[in-house]
């Protein structure tokens, strides 16, 4: 009878729970710190976001890769494709000490905080040619002065526009109003002037930066209430409450949503990223795309935002050598060039844009260009706090239609930006 | 080892249920069924503590020490009441309490109210009343994430139902945006959502707790010449206590949290002015990665919410006549 054996079950209670025990702790602490030389064998892991022909295409590089180096056997782990998610993947491992992924993907926005918790490589070691890469995603990898991640493809936010119902693109901010008037006026199956991302993300970050520099603006957390900053704002503020060419409706809309207002024919004004291009349109609006910076305002220069992919080492990785191999493959003028015709991602490197792209693809022609202007968002290590109170401060100026309230939300939140920006905590 | 030995050597048994041997009393076998009862159950317990207990003690020692992944190279020093104090001096979470406080209020005592309503009609005998009770647990039965979901279309100011029905009244009042572009607009609309679907579980709760109630004592009350609203005050009112109580605790503690419905449909927005207490500890949690003061936030809701549920249960409690 089971029942009388109780010292028996209780010493296999014990037996299971230290095992259930014990193997945890193993599986905490399987970091390694020992480093594997580049032509040894070895297996690496790269994580990264890429779903469907994204994925596809990244593993087609990868095979490609393995083929030229048959030591390495490369394995992806795809994370996911929702970035707040894949961020905290990403964390669980870095803050678990873990020694994989050894390379990975990384937002433009993640390297200053990653290098400032210690947990990406500086590059600095393998002496990478920065000068080969469009200089604004460069400095989105840069933290006190050294690279921790790699451009590898960037994706400029800009102006795009209906050729048929404005003939010749805007010249000022200005021209952007009364041409987006002009064309509600003459076709009426226009919705709206102008659509843009206000709604309360971090795409409200980027369509602004879009415009701060035509208006002589910085994104300056240390400083965000300039005059520049201000003017450009009240330019957004304006096209919904005062010229009216936007609708309130924008404060929730987010890329996606812009992109079916222009893709629709709804707008002949939208400020967006460079996907809107590939995307099905509507026949009145199919090979009537322009796309081009932001026009410049008086003491101000074209304007556009960066988005984009970087690719960072592991800090604790012992295969910092093959991982470098895999990301200067991946970022050779070739496979970049190859990912743009394939997926549509536009290269980070200038030498990328190759006459074989232009004729698949000749709307990469105004990409590279925007990609000459694009600005970063702030590199900051408190970056995700600084981007929320930012979004908050967005947010509530769209949302306040008296003037004054829009520059008291202003102020109020200029203020928390500066004071998160600045955080030293730890004492 | 020789100690035992030396135990079985003086023809003392060293253990008293053994199998094999005659079992002395009922007594020790009841004890070893007792031990036998707590070593199956000693995995799942120690499951079950390292899974709720642990987290929530290092939830705690969490919100005494710095620990953001912003700053992730930085030690983990302990900052003593620092999270806290921060906390209740941020205008911020002031606010978002002020807010959480005001919605639970509004939302507990409109949900309360149409859902007595409710079921005061359910209970009445009419044609269809079955078709009717299934067909209002159906909001219920709806999960939060998608009822808002459904919401936030319905208040899309090109594509909605609302705006759709607003425009047929007045084309003055058509492609007015709810959401993200006027903090009153915006409560409207999450206050909408939040009732949708919580006003059906009060009417079920409430529904049961009438049924239950004797028809006599109805019938005496009309003898004795109660009026409705005297039967309803003074017989149908106290009986349903229990059920009250039940819906309003429940109620009063999915409001407090209320986190899903904001969530999907204003993220806060517009600025932080639909921002509740789960939202914001959302947000300093996991979207700015602060685990000390986002720790120190949820502590706060937790003691919240069971002060609330406190004073509900005391108010409550069954009264010995």
């Known amino acids: 009878m089971s029942s009388s054996r109780p010292v028996r079950w209780r010493a296999v209670g014990v037996t299971l729970t230290a095992a259930a025990l014990a193997t945890g702790a193993a599986a905490c602490s399987s970091g390694s710190s020992s480093s594997v030389a580049g032509n040894a064998k070895q297996t690496i892991t790269f994580a990264e976001s890429g779903l469907g022909t994204e994925g596809a295409q990244t593993q087609a590089a990868i095979n490609a890769f393995e083929k030229a180096n048959p030591n390495i056997t490369v394995k992806v782990q795809v994370l996911s494709s929702d970035s707040t998610t894949y961020l905290s993947q990403l964390e669980h491992n870095f803050i678990a000490g873990s020694s994989t992924p050894d390379v990975f993907e990384s937002d433009v926005t993640y390297p200053a905080k990653f290098a400032q918790a210690g947990w990406v490589l500086s590059l600095k070691q393998f002496n990478p040619d920065m000068s080969q890469f469009f200089p604004t995603e460069v400095a989105a990898g840069t933290f006190n002065g050294q690279q921790y991640a790699m451009p590898w493809f960037d994706n400029p936010e800009g102006l795009f526009y209906r050729t048929d119902l404005i003939k010749t693109p805007p010249k000022t901010p200005a021209e952007v109003v009364s041409d987006a008037q002009a064309a509600m006026k003459a076709d009426k199956s226009l919705k709206e002037g102008i659509a843009f991302e206000a709604d309360k993300y971090e795409g409200a970050i980027t369509s602004f930066l879009t415009l701060d520099a035509p208006f002589g603006g910085k994104l300056d957390p240390a400083n965000v209430n300039t005059p520049g900053n201000v003017a450009a704002l009240k330019w957004l503020h304006d096209a919904i409450y005062v010229s009216k060419i936007a609708p309130q409706a924008v404060t929730g809309w987010q890329e996606g949503q812009v992109q079916a207002q222009f893709s629709s024919g709804y707008t002949p004004f939208a400020i967006n990223y460079p996907f809107v291009e590939a995307q099905p349109a509507a026949a009145a609006v199919k090979g009537h795309i322009g796309y081009i910076p932001f026009p410049a305002g008086p003491g101000g220069t074209p304007g556009s935002a960066l988005g984009g992919e970087m690719l960072a080492i592991n800090a604790k990785t012992a295969h910092a050598d093959a991982a470098w191999k895999l990301i200067q493959y991946l970022t050779s003028p070739p496979v970049e060039t190859a990912r743009a015709i394939a997926v549509g991602d536009p290269p980070s490197l200038p030498s990328a844009y190759t006459p074989a792209l232009y004729s698949k693809a000749p709307y990469f022609q105004d990409v590279k260009t925007l990609n000459t202007y694009a600005a970063p968002r702030p590199v900051n290590p408190n970056y995700l706090k600084v981007s929320s109170d930012l979004q908050t401060l967005f947010s509530s100026v769209y949302a306040s239609s008296s003037p004054n309230a829009a520059a008291a939300a202003f102020a109020a939140g200029a203020a928390s930006v500066k004071s998160d920006a600045a955080a030293t905590p730890g004492s | ?321």
């Not at chain 2, 620092?82 to 309490?97: P, R």
């Not at chain 2, 007045?170 to 959502?193: K, Q, T």
């Not at chain 2, 003898?223 to 149908?236: E, H, N, P």
């Open chain 2, 1 to 321: 080892m020789a100690a035992d030995t030396k135990t079985e050597a003086n023809g003392r048994p060293a253990h008293a249920g053994r199998p094999g041997r005659p079992t002395p009393v009922g007594h020790a076998r009841e004890r070893g069924d007792r031990r036998l009862g707590y070593a199956l159950v000693t995995p799942v317990i120690v499951l079950l503590l390292l899974i709720t207990a642990y987290p929530l003690i290092y939830n705690i020692w969490n919100s005494f020490h710095f620990d953001n992944l912003s700053f992730g190279g930085l030690p983990h020093n302990f900052v003593g009441w620092k999270n806290y104090t921060t906390m209740f001096k941020s205008s911020e979470w002031v606010s978002a309490l002020e807010r959480t406080l005001v919605f639970t209020v509004v939302t507990v005592v409109f949900d309360m109210v149409v859902g007595l309503g409710l079921a005061l009609m359910m209970h009445r005998p009419f044609r269809g009343r079955g078709f009717l009770r299934a067909a209002i647990l159906v909001p219920w039965a709806v999960p939060t994430v998608v009822s808002a979901m459904l919401w936030k279309t319905m208040f899309d100011p090109s594509a909605g139902f609302v705006d759709y029905i607003l425009a047929a009244f007045h084309p003055a009042w058509s492609s007015i945006a709810w959401l993200g572009a006027n903090v009153w607009r915006s409560w409207i609309a999450i206050f909408i959502a939040d009732s949708w679907k919580n006003i059906p579980f009060v009417a079920i709760i409430l529904l049961a707790g009438l049924q239950v109630i004797p028809n006599d004592i109805y019938e005496a009350a009309k003898i004795d010449g109660a009026s409705w609203w005297q039967s309803f005050t003074r017989v149908t009112l106290p009986m349903l206590r229990p059920a009250l109580s039940v819906a309003l605790i429940f109620r009063t503690l999915q409001a407090l949290l209320v986190f899903d419905v904001i969530y999907i449909m204003t993220r806060g927005g517009p600025g932080n002015s639909t921002e509740t207490l789960s939202f914001l500890n959302y947000q300093t949690f996991i979207v700015n990665t602060d685990f000390g003061a986002g720790g120190a936030q949820s502590l706060v809701l937790v003691v919240l919410a069971l002060a609330v549920s406190f004073v509900y249960v005391r108010a409550f409690r069954p009264q010995v006549s």
